[in-house]
């Protein structure tokens, strides 16, 4: 229940709060209505619940700014928090904010300063342990604020808010008559309604919410939330993207994430970008306009990573978020990694038949990569001793390093002269200590007798 104060009063707590205000964008379909003539507003109207949650009424103010796509902010009672975790939960998923309005609603001009704090924590820490994230604003209970309990405040990390259109819904009236009080007291400019889902007479103030809702408009009246400084306005989170790392044929995961609820739908442009692995060819070509709706806080957003058949080593990609609308940018890019799911290629040898040479002969042998490779490929090449030994050709070993996309070597083994009538004699030439690259078979160089 509000404190019964002079209207002058409420008017001077909240002058403060009135000096500036934030107008939605029109892309927002929770933003206000623009009207007139201009594409303007008449004035900003900020709609403020008390004292809930309670089951049924905000179950059904829930549905009613839903359908006609207004905000709203709700300023909840500790204790009321605790006992309806999942209609809390609700409010906030509905792309509604959350505000502290105490824990038991004791007037805070009778508590001292620590005690106004610590009533203020409290409600704050049940918010959060139920799934929450309740924005920096508070509201006394009964508007009762004195120097003690706005220095608990200020402790406490909040921002006061009172109101400067007061339903009297707790008091008396119909749906109609509650709605014309409200309506009756709008003015240009910024506007903070005060009414209550959780007091016994809810109900009947639940059901004036869409004449207020309807003859405002018809006036010109947008519909806003609290910004963070608790004017008729939005807040403005901060927004940063990180991103999963992924194997090839599977998908890297993007998330964009809020600082805290914006209450209306907001959004940012997410690209992926080149490092490493190639946009387009390694990872999914991506642009496009990413939104959050209200009442989240996370979106994810997949990214097909191409598997391209070729082993490599770690590739990077990154992804940016330019673009905001509603937020202010935080960390802009993440960069992620791409794992290779490809073996890596069989190496072989190529058989050789050279004729008995007369004198020294240098042959070829060459070794081919069944496909190219991203890595740098290293192995050891050499001879092995078969019927042909030592005296018929240069016992011979060689490193060898492939870049990435070589596919081929050649080893050049001499084959020495030879005076004594022989059979076809043969060695081998083998890879040993490969890295990156699987051993296929090896070179057999066959030595062949002279024709008589």
Same mark, same amino acid.
């Not at 029109?26 to 623009?34: G, M, N, T, W």
């Given at each position: 229940?509000?404190?019964?104060?002079?209207?002058?009063?409420?008017?001077?707590?909240?002058?403060?709060?009135?000096?500036?205000?934030?107008?939605?964008?029109?892309?927002?379909?929770?933003?206000?209505?623009?009207?007139?003539?201009?594409?303007?507003?008449?004035?900003?109207?900020?709609?403020?619940?008390?004292?809930?949650?309670?089951?049924?009424?905000?179950?059904?103010?829930?549905?009613?700014?839903?359908?006609?796509?207004?905000?709203?902010?709700?300023f909840m009672v500790g204790q009321?928090?605790?006992?309806?975790?999942?209609?809390?939960?609700?409010?906030?998923?509905?792309?509604?904010?959350?505000?502290?309005?105490?824990?038991?609603?004791?007037?805070?001009?009778?508590?001292?300063?620590?005690?106004?704090?610590?009533?203020?924590?409290?409600?704050?820490?049940?918010?959060?342990?139920?799934?929450?994230?309740?924005?920096? +604003?508070? $509201? %006394? @209970?009964?508007?009762?604020?004195?120097?003690?309990? #706005?220095?608990?405040? !200020?402790? &406490?990390?909040?921002?006061?808010?009172?109101?400067?259109?007061?339903?009297?819904?707790?008091?008396?009236?119909?749906?109609?008559?509650?709605?014309?009080?409200?309506?009756?007291?709008?003015?240009?400019?910024?506007?903070?309604?005060?009414?209550?889902?959780?007091?016994?007479?809810?109900?009947?103030?639940?059901?004036?919410?869409?004449?207020?809702?309807?003859?405002?408009?018809?006036?010109?009246?947008?519909?806003?939330?609290?910004?963070?400084?608790?004017?008729?306005?939005?807040?403005?989170?901060?927004?940063?993207?990180?991103v999963t790392d992924a194997a090839?044929?599977?998908?890297?995961?993007?998330?964009?994430? +809020?600082? $805290? %609820? @914006?209450?209306?739908?907001?959004?940012?442009?997410? #690209?992926?970008?080149? !490092?490493? &692995?190639?946009?387009?060819?390694?990872?999914?070509?991506?642009?496009?306009?990413?939104?959050?709706?209200?009442?989240?806080?996370?979106?994810?957003?997949?990214?097909?990573?191409?598997?391209?058949?070729?082993?490599?080593?770690?590739?990077?990609?990154?992804?940016?978020?330019?673009?905001?609308?509603?937020?202010?940018?935080?960390?802009?890019?993440?960069?992620?990694?791409?794992?290779?799911?490809?073996?890596?290629?069989?190496?072989?040898?190529?058989?050789?038949?050279?004729?008995?040479?007369?004198?020294?002969?240098?042959?070829?042998?060459?070794?081919?990569?069944?496909?190219?490779?991203?890595?740098?490929?290293?192995?050891?090449?050499?001879?092995?001793?078969?019927?042909?030994?030592?005296?018929?050709?240069?016992?011979?070993?060689?490193?060898?390093?492939?870049?990435?996309?070589?596919?081929?070597?050649?080893?050049?083994?001499?084959?020495?002269?030879?005076?004594?009538?022989?059979?076809?004699?043969?060695?081998?030439?083998?890879?040993?200590?490969?890295?990156?690259?699987?051993?296929?078979?090896?070179?057999?160089?066959?030595?062949?007798?002279?024709?008589?």
């Open positions: 229940m509000p404190l019964r104060a002079p209207r002058a009063a409420v008017l001077v707590g909240v002058v403060g709060l009135l000096l500036t205000s934030v107008v939605a964008p029109r892309a927002d379909p929770a933003a206000a209505q623009v009207a007139g003539s201009r594409g303007g507003c008449t004035g900003r109207i900020a709609l403020t619940f008390d004292d809930g949650p309670a089951s049924g009424p905000t179950d059904q103010l829930l549905r009613i700014l839903r359908d006609r796509g207004v905000p709203a902010t709700f009321r928090v605790v006992a309806a975790p999942r209609l809390t939960r609700a409010v906030e998923r509905g792309g509604f904010l959350i505000a502290n309005h105490s824990w038991a609603h004791v007037r805070m001009t009778t508590q001292t300063r620590s005690e106004v704090a610590a009533s203020l924590r409290t409600t704050t820490r049940a918010l959060r342990r139920v799934g929450t994230h309740p924005t920096g +604003l508070m $509201r %006394p @209970p009964y508007g009762a604020l004195d120097a003690a309990a #706005r220095d608990g405040v !200020r402790d &406490a990390g909040l921002v006061p808010v009172l109101w400067n259109v007061d339903s009297r819904d707790w008091e008396s009236g119909t749906a109609s008559q509650i709605a014309a009080r409200i309506l009756a007291q709008l003015r240009p400019g910024a506007n903070i309604v005060l009414q209550h889902d959780g007091v016994t007479r809810s109900p009947i103030s639940i059901a004036a919410v869409p004449r207020v809702v309807r003859g405002a408009r018809q006036r010109g009246y947008c519909f806003t939330a609290l910004d963070e400084r608790g004017r008729p306005g939005f807040p403005t989170p901060r927004v940063s993207v990180s090839e044929g599977r998908h890297a995961v993007a998330t964009i994430r +809020l600082t $805290r %609820p @914006p209450g209306r739908t907001t959004s940012v442009r997410v #690209r992926t970008v080149s !490092r490493t &692995a190639r946009i387009g060819q390694d990872v999914q070509r991506m642009t496009r306009r990413v939104g959050v709706p209200a009442g989240r806080l996370t979106v994810r957003v997949p990214i097909a990573v191409v598997r391209d058949g070729t082993d490599e080593p770690l590739e990077r990609f990154a992804v940016r978020i330019t673009r905001p609308r509603g937020l202010a940018l935080g960390r802009d890019v993440a960069v992620g990694q791409v794992r290779d799911r490809n073996v890596p290629p069989l190496v072989r040898g190529a058989d050789v038949t050279v004729p008995e040479p007369a004198a020294d002969t240098v042959v070829p042998v060459t070794f081919t990569l069944a496909r190219p490779s991203g890595r740098q490929i290293r192995f050891v090449l050499r001879t092995v001793a078969g019927s042909a030994d030592g005296t018929d050709f240069v016992r011979t070993r060689q490193d060898v390093v492939l870049a990435p996309g070589g596919t081929s070597v050649e080893l050049p083994v001499t084959v020495l002269a030879d005076s004594l009538g022989e059979p076809d004699e043969t060695f081998r030439v083998e890879v040993v200590r490969a890295r990156n690259v699987r051993i296929g078979r090896p070179s057999t160089v066959t030595i062949a007798a002279p024709q008589p």
